[in-house]
Protein backbone atom coordinates (compact mmCIF):
# COMPACT_ATOMS: atom_id res chain seq x y z
CA UNK A 1 0.00 0.00 0.00
CA UNK A 2 1.40 3.20 -1.06
CA UNK A 3 0.05 4.75 2.79
CA UNK A 4 1.49 4.07 5.32
CA UNK A 5 0.30 3.80 9.30
CA UNK A 6 1.81 6.31 12.35
CA UNK A 7 2.53 5.76 15.45
CA UNK A 8 -1.38 5.69 16.91
CA UNK A 9 -2.24 3.12 13.98
CA UNK A 10 -4.25 5.25 11.97
CA UNK A 11 -3.94 5.54 8.18
CA UNK A 12 -3.67 8.76 6.91
CA UNK A 13 -6.37 8.27 3.96
CA UNK A 14 -8.83 7.44 6.94
CA UNK A 15 -9.48 11.41 7.31
CA UNK A 16 -10.17 12.44 3.57
CA UNK A 17 -13.77 12.98 2.59
CA UNK A 18 -13.75 9.94 0.89
CA UNK A 19 -13.29 7.57 3.58
CA UNK A 20 -14.13 9.34 6.31
CA UNK A 21 -17.52 7.84 7.65
CA UNK A 22 -20.10 10.37 7.86
CA UNK A 23 -21.38 11.57 11.63
CA UNK A 24 -24.67 11.36 12.78
CA UNK A 25 -25.03 14.77 12.54
CA UNK A 26 -24.30 14.39 9.01
CA UNK A 27 -26.64 12.37 8.05
CA UNK A 28 -29.55 14.05 9.78
CA UNK A 29 -28.68 16.96 7.88
CA UNK A 30 -28.36 14.93 4.36
CA UNK A 31 -32.15 13.53 5.16
CA UNK A 32 -33.02 16.84 6.26
CA UNK A 33 -31.69 18.29 2.42
CA UNK A 34 -34.00 15.74 1.14
CA UNK A 35 -36.90 16.64 2.34
CA UNK A 36 -36.24 20.10 1.34
CA UNK A 37 -35.79 18.72 -1.87
CA UNK A 38 -38.66 17.11 -1.76
CA UNK A 39 -41.28 19.73 -0.37
CA UNK A 40 -39.79 22.20 -2.94
CA UNK A 41 -40.96 19.48 -6.17
CA UNK A 42 -44.09 19.59 -4.50
CA UNK A 43 -44.68 22.88 -4.38
CA UNK A 44 -43.11 23.86 -8.19
CA UNK A 45 -45.12 20.95 -9.49
CA UNK A 46 -48.47 21.69 -7.42
CA UNK A 47 -49.47 25.23 -6.83
CA UNK A 48 -46.62 27.00 -8.61
CA UNK A 49 -47.38 24.74 -11.95
CA UNK A 50 -49.49 26.85 -13.39
CA UNK A 51 -47.27 29.65 -12.80
CA UNK A 52 -46.58 31.85 -16.33
CA UNK A 53 -43.12 33.06 -16.62
CA UNK A 54 -41.29 34.99 -19.55
CA UNK A 55 -38.06 33.93 -21.07
CA UNK A 56 -34.89 35.48 -19.43
CA UNK A 57 -32.22 35.85 -22.36
CA UNK A 58 -29.39 36.26 -19.58
CA UNK A 59 -30.09 33.48 -17.77
CA UNK A 60 -29.20 30.52 -19.86
CA UNK A 61 -25.50 32.01 -20.11
CA UNK A 62 -25.58 32.71 -16.18
CA UNK A 63 -26.30 28.97 -15.70
CA UNK A 64 -24.12 27.63 -18.27
CA UNK A 65 -21.12 29.41 -16.75
CA UNK A 66 -21.86 28.85 -12.74
CA UNK A 67 -22.18 24.31 -14.14
CA UNK A 68 -18.76 25.15 -15.59
CA UNK A 69 -16.97 26.56 -13.16
CA UNK A 70 -18.79 24.56 -10.24
CA UNK A 71 -18.42 21.43 -11.80
CA UNK A 72 -14.71 22.26 -12.86
CA UNK A 73 -13.70 23.24 -9.40
CA UNK A 74 -15.13 19.90 -8.43
CA UNK A 75 -13.45 17.63 -10.86
CA UNK A 76 -10.04 19.26 -10.03
CA UNK A 77 -10.35 18.78 -6.08
CA UNK A 78 -11.22 15.31 -7.21
CA UNK A 79 -8.20 14.72 -9.37
CA UNK A 80 -6.08 16.10 -6.68
CA UNK A 81 -7.44 13.51 -4.25
CA UNK A 82 -6.91 11.01 -6.73
CA UNK A 83 -3.25 11.62 -7.12
CA UNK A 84 -2.74 11.10 -3.67
CA UNK A 85 -5.12 8.41 -2.87
CA UNK A 86 -4.47 6.06 -6.47
CA UNK A 87 -8.12 5.32 -5.98
CA UNK A 88 -9.68 4.26 -9.40
CA UNK A 89 -13.43 5.12 -8.44
CA UNK A 90 -12.40 8.53 -7.77
CA UNK A 91 -11.06 8.89 -11.40
CA UNK A 92 -14.19 7.85 -12.40
CA UNK A 93 -16.14 10.33 -10.44
CA UNK A 94 -13.94 13.65 -11.15
CA UNK A 95 -14.25 12.09 -15.22
CA UNK A 96 -18.32 12.89 -14.60
CA UNK A 97 -17.63 15.82 -12.99
CA UNK A 98 -15.46 17.02 -15.84
CA UNK A 99 -18.06 15.85 -18.70
CA UNK A 100 -20.37 17.86 -17.16
CA UNK A 101 -18.25 20.74 -17.08
CA UNK A 102 -17.23 20.68 -20.82
CA UNK A 103 -20.53 19.79 -21.51
CA UNK A 104 -21.92 22.83 -20.25
CA UNK A 105 -19.83 24.92 -23.00
CA UNK A 106 -21.47 23.72 -26.25
CA UNK A 107 -24.98 23.51 -24.57
CA UNK A 108 -24.85 27.62 -23.75
CA UNK A 109 -23.48 28.16 -26.81
CA UNK A 110 -25.91 25.77 -28.67
CA UNK A 111 -28.72 27.12 -26.37
CA UNK A 112 -31.55 28.51 -29.16
CA UNK A 113 -30.99 32.67 -29.04
CA UNK A 114 -27.69 32.70 -27.35
CA UNK A 115 -25.48 32.68 -30.36
CA UNK A 116 -28.63 32.37 -33.33
CA UNK A 117 -32.13 32.29 -33.12
CA UNK A 118 -32.20 27.82 -33.72
CA UNK A 119 -28.84 27.51 -31.64
CA UNK A 120 -25.28 28.49 -32.13
CA UNK A 121 -21.57 26.37 -33.55
CA UNK A 122 -23.96 25.47 -36.36
CA UNK A 123 -26.32 23.17 -34.47
CA UNK A 124 -29.80 23.07 -34.65
CA UNK A 125 -33.24 22.85 -32.19
CA UNK A 126 -31.86 19.66 -31.36
CA UNK A 127 -28.58 19.76 -29.97
CA UNK A 128 -28.76 21.69 -27.23
CA UNK A 129 -31.63 19.09 -25.81
CA UNK A 130 -29.20 15.78 -26.46
CA UNK A 131 -26.26 17.44 -24.93
CA UNK A 132 -28.63 17.84 -21.85
CA UNK A 133 -29.29 14.19 -22.17
CA UNK A 134 -25.32 13.12 -23.12
CA UNK A 135 -24.30 15.48 -20.12
CA UNK A 136 -26.79 13.63 -17.59
CA UNK A 137 -26.69 10.13 -18.81
CA UNK A 138 -22.73 9.91 -18.77
CA UNK A 139 -22.85 11.92 -14.98
CA UNK A 140 -24.93 8.97 -14.57
CA UNK A 141 -22.61 6.14 -15.63
CA UNK A 142 -19.36 7.31 -14.47
CA UNK A 143 -21.48 7.73 -11.05
CA UNK A 144 -22.08 4.19 -11.34
CA UNK A 145 -18.69 3.14 -12.28
CA UNK A 146 -17.57 5.19 -8.95
CA UNK A 147 -19.86 2.89 -7.02
CA UNK A 148 -18.38 -0.18 -8.68
CA UNK A 149 -15.03 0.70 -8.45
CA UNK A 150 -15.18 1.73 -4.39
CA UNK A 151 -13.54 -1.40 -3.35
CA UNK A 152 -11.15 -1.72 -6.06
CA UNK A 153 -7.01 -1.81 -4.71
CA UNK A 154 -5.83 1.71 -5.58
CA UNK A 155 -2.91 2.26 -7.81
CA UNK A 156 -0.04 1.54 -5.34
CA UNK A 157 2.67 0.61 -8.00
CA UNK A 158 2.27 3.81 -10.12
CA UNK A 159 4.81 6.68 -9.82
CA UNK A 160 4.05 10.05 -9.28
CA UNK A 161 4.87 11.00 -12.95
CA UNK A 162 2.64 8.25 -13.84
CA UNK A 163 -0.33 9.64 -11.62
CA UNK A 164 -0.09 12.54 -13.57
CA UNK A 165 0.08 11.16 -17.01
CA UNK A 166 -3.07 8.70 -15.41
CA UNK A 167 -4.61 12.29 -14.69
CA UNK A 168 -4.11 13.64 -18.12
CA UNK A 169 -4.54 10.99 -20.31
CA UNK A 170 -8.63 10.90 -18.59
CA UNK A 171 -8.67 14.98 -19.02
CA UNK A 172 -7.84 14.35 -22.71
CA UNK A 173 -10.35 11.33 -22.91
CA UNK A 174 -12.81 12.94 -21.48
CA UNK A 175 -12.14 16.40 -23.26
CA UNK A 176 -11.96 14.56 -26.50
CA UNK A 177 -15.20 12.48 -25.76
CA UNK A 178 -17.32 16.01 -25.15
CA UNK A 179 -15.57 17.12 -29.13
CA UNK A 180 -16.59 14.47 -30.62
CA UNK A 181 -20.36 14.51 -28.96
CA UNK A 182 -20.85 18.30 -29.88
CA UNK A 183 -19.95 17.66 -33.66
CA UNK A 184 -22.23 14.66 -33.82
CA UNK A 185 -25.22 17.14 -32.49
CA UNK A 186 -24.39 20.01 -34.13
CA UNK A 187 -23.47 18.61 -37.32
CA UNK A 188 -25.81 15.68 -37.61
CA UNK A 189 -28.88 17.45 -35.62
CA UNK A 190 -31.13 17.10 -38.67
CA UNK A 191 -30.67 13.61 -38.17
CA UNK A 192 -31.61 13.46 -34.65
CA UNK A 193 -35.03 12.64 -32.56
CA UNK A 194 -37.09 15.49 -32.63
CA UNK A 195 -37.64 16.05 -29.30
CA UNK A 196 -37.90 20.07 -29.76
CA UNK A 197 -40.89 21.25 -31.46
CA UNK A 198 -39.49 24.52 -31.25
CA UNK A 199 -37.34 26.74 -29.18
CA UNK A 200 -39.37 25.65 -26.35
CA UNK A 201 -42.22 22.89 -26.80
CA UNK A 202 -41.20 19.90 -26.22
CA UNK A 203 -42.41 16.65 -27.87
CA UNK A 204 -44.08 13.63 -26.94
CA UNK A 205 -40.36 12.04 -27.18
CA UNK A 206 -39.35 13.51 -24.24
CA UNK A 207 -40.78 10.77 -22.17
CA UNK A 208 -39.42 8.32 -23.82
CA UNK A 209 -35.71 9.59 -23.25
CA UNK A 210 -36.14 10.79 -20.03
CA UNK A 211 -37.30 7.55 -18.64
CA UNK A 212 -33.95 5.91 -19.16
CA UNK A 213 -32.04 8.60 -18.75
CA UNK A 214 -33.50 9.39 -14.66
CA UNK A 215 -33.83 5.17 -14.70
CA UNK A 216 -29.49 5.51 -14.79
CA UNK A 217 -29.25 8.20 -12.01
CA UNK A 218 -32.27 5.38 -10.22
CA UNK A 219 -29.36 2.98 -10.40
CA UNK A 220 -26.98 4.42 -9.33
CA UNK A 221 -28.88 6.01 -6.06
CA UNK A 222 -29.57 2.19 -5.21
CA UNK A 223 -25.77 1.26 -6.17
CA UNK A 224 -24.45 3.90 -3.67
CA UNK A 225 -27.11 3.21 -0.98
CA UNK A 226 -26.10 -0.46 -0.50
CA UNK A 227 -22.54 0.69 -0.63
CA UNK A 228 -21.98 3.85 0.45
CA UNK A 229 -19.57 4.25 3.48
CA UNK A 230 -18.23 7.59 3.29
CA UNK A 231 -19.04 11.66 3.89
CA UNK A 232 -18.21 11.40 -0.29
CA UNK A 233 -20.93 8.77 -1.22
CA UNK A 234 -23.93 10.33 1.16
CA UNK A 235 -23.29 13.77 -0.53
CA UNK A 236 -23.01 12.41 -3.89
CA UNK A 237 -26.26 10.31 -3.32
CA UNK A 238 -27.92 13.90 -2.43
CA UNK A 239 -26.70 14.90 -5.82
CA UNK A 240 -28.18 11.99 -7.63
CA UNK A 241 -31.48 12.34 -5.89
CA UNK A 242 -31.06 16.42 -6.66
CA UNK A 243 -30.89 15.10 -10.38
CA UNK A 244 -33.59 12.30 -10.47
CA UNK A 245 -35.94 16.13 -9.15
CA UNK A 246 -34.35 17.85 -11.84
CA UNK A 247 -35.41 15.04 -14.65
CA UNK A 248 -39.01 15.00 -13.15
CA UNK A 249 -39.52 18.67 -13.19
CA UNK A 250 -38.56 19.32 -16.72
CA UNK A 251 -41.73 16.67 -17.32
CA UNK A 252 -43.90 16.85 -14.50
CA UNK A 253 -46.19 19.29 -14.75
CA UNK A 254 -45.32 21.07 -17.72
CA UNK A 255 -42.87 19.67 -20.16
CA UNK A 256 -42.22 23.46 -21.17
CA UNK A 257 -39.12 25.59 -21.49
CA UNK A 258 -39.67 28.36 -19.50
CA UNK A 259 -42.10 27.36 -17.07
CA UNK A 260 -41.84 27.36 -13.47
CA UNK A 261 -40.93 23.45 -13.56
CA UNK A 262 -38.11 24.37 -15.97
CA UNK A 263 -36.26 27.38 -13.95
CA UNK A 264 -36.71 25.30 -10.96
CA UNK A 265 -34.38 22.31 -12.90
CA UNK A 266 -31.75 24.66 -13.72
CA UNK A 267 -31.88 25.76 -9.68
CA UNK A 268 -31.85 22.15 -9.02
CA UNK A 269 -28.93 21.34 -11.11
CA UNK A 270 -26.89 24.20 -9.66
CA UNK A 271 -27.23 22.97 -6.50
CA UNK A 272 -26.96 19.63 -7.00
CA UNK A 273 -23.39 20.52 -8.80
CA UNK A 274 -22.21 22.90 -5.69
CA UNK A 275 -23.01 19.64 -2.63
CA UNK A 276 -19.83 18.04 -3.42
CA UNK A 277 -17.93 21.05 -4.24
CA UNK A 278 -19.09 22.85 -1.60
CA UNK A 279 -18.27 19.74 1.18
CA UNK A 280 -14.81 19.11 -0.52
CA UNK A 281 -13.67 22.67 -0.05
CA UNK A 282 -15.18 22.28 3.41
CA UNK A 283 -12.90 19.20 3.68
CA UNK A 284 -9.69 21.28 2.11
CA UNK A 285 -10.05 23.68 4.78
CA UNK A 286 -10.64 21.81 7.34
CA UNK A 287 -7.45 19.65 6.22
CA UNK A 288 -4.84 22.60 5.59
CA UNK A 289 -6.40 24.00 9.42
CA UNK A 290 -5.07 20.43 10.70
CA UNK A 291 -1.59 20.76 8.33
CA UNK A 292 -1.17 24.13 10.41
CA UNK A 293 -1.26 22.74 13.55
CA UNK A 294 0.60 19.92 13.33
CA UNK A 295 3.29 22.22 11.42
CA UNK A 296 2.95 24.60 14.10
CA UNK A 297 3.01 22.02 16.31
CA UNK A 298 5.85 19.77 14.97
CA UNK A 299 8.23 23.16 15.25
CA UNK A 300 6.89 23.66 18.91
CA UNK A 301 8.23 20.14 20.23
CA UNK A 302 11.55 20.60 18.10
CA UNK A 303 12.10 23.94 19.69
CA UNK A 304 10.74 22.11 23.24
CA UNK A 305 13.36 19.44 22.75
CA UNK A 306 16.15 22.20 22.08
CA UNK A 307 15.19 24.08 25.10
CA UNK A 308 15.09 20.66 27.20
CA UNK A 309 18.53 19.32 26.11
CA UNK A 310 19.95 23.02 26.98
CA UNK A 311 18.31 22.78 29.87
CA UNK A 312 19.66 19.89 30.52
CA UNK A 313 23.29 20.34 30.10
CA UNK A 314 22.87 23.79 32.01
CA UNK A 315 21.51 21.46 34.51
CA UNK A 316 24.36 19.28 34.41
CA UNK A 317 26.85 22.05 34.68
CA UNK A 318 24.96 23.97 37.41
CA UNK A 319 24.56 21.09 39.56
CA UNK A 320 28.16 19.37 39.69
CA UNK A 321 30.21 22.56 39.45
CA UNK A 322 29.66 22.48 43.79
CA UNK A 323 30.55 18.94 44.09
CA UNK A 324 33.44 19.52 42.25
CA UNK A 325 34.73 22.48 43.49
CA UNK A 326 34.43 21.11 46.91
CA UNK A 327 36.47 17.97 45.80
CA UNK A 328 39.31 20.07 44.21
CA UNK A 329 39.32 22.12 47.78
CA UNK A 330 39.68 18.89 49.71
CA UNK A 331 41.93 17.62 47.32
CA UNK A 332 44.27 20.25 48.09
CA UNK A 333 44.00 20.20 51.63
CA UNK A 334 44.79 16.33 51.56
CA UNK A 335 48.08 17.86 49.60
CA UNK A 336 48.99 20.19 51.96
CA UNK A 337 48.41 17.88 54.78
CA UNK A 338 51.06 15.44 53.55
CA UNK A 339 53.28 17.88 52.58
CA UNK A 340 53.74 18.78 56.65
CA UNK A 341 56.64 17.26 58.18
CA UNK A 342 55.69 15.01 59.59
CA UNK A 343 52.46 14.66 57.61
CA UNK A 344 49.53 14.39 59.23
CA UNK A 345 47.93 11.42 58.31
CA UNK A 346 44.40 11.84 60.21
CA UNK A 347 43.62 15.25 58.64
CA UNK A 348 44.35 13.71 55.05
CA UNK A 349 42.33 10.75 55.48
CA UNK A 350 39.44 13.08 56.39
CA UNK A 351 40.11 15.31 53.57
CA UNK A 352 39.94 12.19 51.26
CA UNK A 353 36.97 11.14 52.92
CA UNK A 354 35.48 14.28 51.97
CA UNK A 355 36.47 13.94 48.30
CA UNK A 356 34.56 10.30 48.27
CA UNK A 357 31.29 11.79 49.78
CA UNK A 358 31.35 14.50 47.36
CA UNK A 359 31.88 12.02 44.55
CA UNK A 360 28.99 10.19 45.55
CA UNK A 361 26.98 13.21 46.07
CA UNK A 362 27.74 14.03 42.43
CA UNK A 363 26.57 10.38 41.29
CA UNK A 364 23.42 11.36 43.43
CA UNK A 365 22.86 14.81 42.32
CA UNK A 366 23.08 13.64 38.27
CA UNK A 367 20.64 10.98 39.06
CA UNK A 368 18.51 13.50 40.68
CA UNK A 369 18.78 15.73 37.21
CA UNK A 370 17.39 12.61 35.50
CA UNK A 371 14.61 12.56 37.26
CA UNK A 372 13.42 15.96 36.76
CA UNK A 373 12.62 15.28 33.17
CA UNK A 374 10.80 12.21 33.90
CA UNK A 375 7.13 11.95 34.84
CA UNK A 376 7.25 8.61 36.68
CA UNK A 377 7.35 8.33 40.55
CA UNK A 378 9.90 9.59 42.82
CA UNK A 379 11.52 7.68 45.73
CA UNK A 380 10.59 9.61 49.37
CA UNK A 381 11.10 9.18 52.33
CA UNK A 382 10.70 11.04 55.64
CA UNK A 383 13.22 13.69 56.78
CA UNK A 384 14.07 15.92 59.41
CA UNK A 385 14.60 19.83 57.49
CA UNK A 386 17.36 21.21 60.08
CA UNK A 387 19.35 18.28 59.17
CA UNK A 388 19.27 18.61 55.67
CA UNK A 389 20.56 21.97 56.20
CA UNK A 390 23.18 21.44 58.37
CA UNK A 391 23.99 19.07 55.82
CA UNK A 392 23.97 21.98 53.09
CA UNK A 393 25.71 24.12 55.06
CA UNK A 394 28.23 20.95 55.69
CA UNK A 395 28.70 20.92 52.05
CA UNK A 396 29.37 24.55 51.37
CA UNK A 397 32.24 25.25 54.16
CA UNK A 398 34.69 26.12 51.77
CA UNK A 399 33.19 28.87 49.87
CA UNK A 400 31.86 30.08 53.61
CA UNK A 401 35.10 30.31 55.09
CA UNK A 402 36.84 31.42 51.26
CA UNK A 403 33.96 34.72 51.43
CA UNK A 404 33.95 34.93 55.48
CA UNK A 405 30.25 34.50 55.40
CA UNK A 406 28.96 34.20 59.18
CA UNK A 407 26.05 31.90 59.60
CA UNK A 408 23.22 32.30 61.63
CA UNK A 409 20.52 29.63 62.47
CA UNK A 410 17.25 29.34 64.02
CA UNK A 411 15.89 25.81 63.90
CA UNK A 412 13.19 25.14 65.57
CA UNK A 413 13.78 21.67 67.29
CA UNK A 414 10.11 20.05 67.54
CA UNK A 415 9.16 20.58 63.84
CA UNK A 416 7.91 17.53 62.54
CA UNK A 417 9.46 15.62 59.78
CA UNK A 418 8.59 16.10 56.19
CA UNK A 419 8.25 13.86 53.11
CA UNK A 420 10.78 14.14 50.56
CA UNK A 421 13.75 13.02 48.39
CA UNK A 422 16.80 13.95 50.35
CA UNK A 423 18.89 14.56 47.57
CA UNK A 424 16.32 16.92 45.53
CA UNK A 425 15.73 19.06 48.93
CA UNK A 426 19.88 19.55 49.31
CA UNK A 427 20.23 20.33 46.62
CA UNK A 428 17.67 23.31 46.98
CA UNK A 429 19.24 24.45 50.29
CA UNK A 430 22.82 24.60 48.78
CA UNK A 431 21.45 26.48 45.37
CA UNK A 432 20.22 29.01 47.49
CA UNK A 433 22.94 29.17 49.83
CA UNK A 434 25.41 29.23 47.40
CA UNK A 435 23.78 32.48 45.71
CA UNK A 436 23.75 34.16 49.08
CA UNK A 437 27.29 33.79 48.78
CA UNK A 438 27.58 34.90 45.54
CA UNK A 439 25.59 37.94 46.55
CA UNK A 440 27.21 39.25 49.38
CA UNK A 441 30.41 38.63 47.17
CA UNK A 442 31.12 41.85 46.26
CA UNK A 443 29.65 43.91 49.24
CA UNK A 444 31.48 45.72 52.00
CA UNK A 445 31.24 45.25 55.20
CA UNK A 446 29.72 42.62 57.16
CA UNK A 447 28.18 39.21 55.39
CA UNK A 448 26.01 37.51 57.46
CA UNK A 449 23.57 34.19 56.25
CA UNK A 450 20.75 33.21 57.73
CA UNK A 451 18.74 30.20 58.00
CA UNK A 452 15.62 29.39 59.86
CA UNK A 453 13.19 26.84 60.08
CA UNK A 454 10.04 27.10 61.30
CA UNK A 455 6.19 25.77 61.53
CA UNK A 456 4.35 27.21 58.74
CA UNK A 457 0.66 26.40 58.74
CA UNK A 458 -1.09 22.95 59.73
CA UNK A 459 0.07 21.02 56.99
CA UNK A 460 3.73 22.56 56.15
CA UNK A 461 6.69 23.47 56.96
CA UNK A 462 8.83 26.66 55.77
CA UNK A 463 12.43 27.15 55.26
CA UNK A 464 14.23 30.73 54.92
CA UNK A 465 17.23 31.67 53.26
CA UNK A 466 18.27 35.26 54.30
CA UNK A 467 21.59 37.54 52.62
CA UNK A 468 22.56 40.82 52.90
CA UNK A 469 23.71 40.93 49.43
CA UNK A 470 22.63 43.02 46.74
CA UNK A 471 19.43 41.62 46.56
CA UNK A 472 16.88 41.05 43.78
CA UNK A 473 15.47 44.17 41.39
CA UNK A 474 11.64 44.16 41.62
CA UNK A 475 11.65 44.05 38.10
CA UNK A 476 13.40 40.97 38.44
CA UNK A 477 11.41 39.25 41.01
CA UNK A 478 8.58 37.38 38.62
CA UNK A 479 11.80 36.49 36.34
CA UNK A 480 14.73 34.96 38.45
CA UNK A 481 12.40 31.80 38.04
CA UNK A 482 12.33 31.23 34.53
CA UNK A 483 14.60 29.09 32.77
CA UNK A 484 17.57 31.16 31.39
CA UNK A 485 17.45 33.87 33.14
CA UNK A 486 20.27 34.83 35.13
CA UNK A 487 21.88 38.49 36.54
CA UNK A 488 25.27 36.60 37.26
CA UNK A 489 27.98 37.30 34.34
CA UNK A 490 28.61 33.53 34.41
CA UNK A 491 25.30 32.17 35.60
CA UNK A 492 23.27 29.92 33.41
CA UNK A 493 19.54 30.84 34.87
CA UNK A 494 19.02 27.68 36.03
CA UNK A 495 19.41 27.03 39.48
CA UNK A 496 16.15 28.94 40.84
CA UNK A 497 14.09 27.48 38.15
CA UNK A 498 15.40 24.10 38.79
CA UNK A 499 14.80 24.88 42.64
CA UNK A 500 11.26 25.90 41.93
CA UNK A 501 10.30 22.61 39.76
CA UNK A 502 11.71 20.43 42.68
CA UNK A 503 10.01 22.38 45.75
CA UNK A 504 6.55 22.34 43.24
CA UNK A 505 7.19 18.54 42.60
CA UNK A 506 7.42 18.15 46.44
CA UNK A 507 3.77 20.15 46.84
CA UNK A 508 5.59 23.04 48.39
CA UNK A 509 5.96 26.67 46.93
CA UNK A 510 9.16 29.08 46.66
CA UNK A 511 9.25 32.61 46.42
CA UNK A 512 11.47 35.75 47.34
CA UNK A 513 11.14 38.55 49.50
CA UNK A 514 13.48 41.65 50.53
CA UNK A 515 15.74 41.51 53.36
CA UNK A 516 15.74 45.39 54.65
CA UNK A 517 17.69 47.29 54.65
CA UNK A 518 19.49 45.23 51.81
CA UNK A 519 19.02 41.72 50.35
CA UNK A 520 17.11 39.61 49.96
CA UNK A 521 15.10 36.26 51.61
CA UNK A 522 14.05 32.76 49.66
CA UNK A 523 11.62 31.09 51.19
CA UNK A 524 10.00 27.58 50.34
CA UNK A 525 7.51 25.38 52.21
CA UNK A 526 7.43 21.61 52.44
CA UNK A 527 4.44 19.96 53.61
CA UNK A 528 4.48 17.71 56.60
CA UNK A 529 4.92 14.07 56.37
CA UNK A 530 1.34 12.10 57.40
CA UNK A 531 1.28 8.99 58.89
CA UNK A 532 -0.43 6.46 56.66
Known amino acids: MFVERSAAGLRADEFVLSNLSPSVAQRRFALGVVLVLLVVFVIVAGPLSGLPLKRVDAFIPAYGTAIFVIDSITAALLFAQFSVLRSHALLALASGYFLTALIAIPWTLTFPGVLAPEGGLGGGLQSTVWLYVLSHAGFALFAIIYTLLKDADPMGALSPRSIRARVLTTVGSVTALVCCATVFVTAGHAFLPRIMLDTAQVSYLWYYVIGPMAGLFVVALVLLWLRHRSVLDLWLMLVLFAYVIEIALTAFPIPYRFSVGWYAGRVYGVFSGSLVLLTLMKEVTMLYGELLRAVVAQRREREVRLLTGDAVAATVAHEIKQPLSAMTMDAGTSLRWLDRAPPDIEEAKAALQQIVNNGHRMGA ?31 VRYDLQTHRVAVQTDYNQSLPPIEGNEVQLQQVLVNLITNAI ?23 LMVSVADVGKGVEPSAIDLIFKPQFTTKVHGMGMGLSICRAIIEAHGGQLWVTANLPRGAIFHFTLPIHRQH
Open 438 to 460: DSMATEDGDRVLSLRSKVHDSSS
Open 365 to 395: VIDNIRTLFKTEPRIRTSLDVNNLIRDALAL
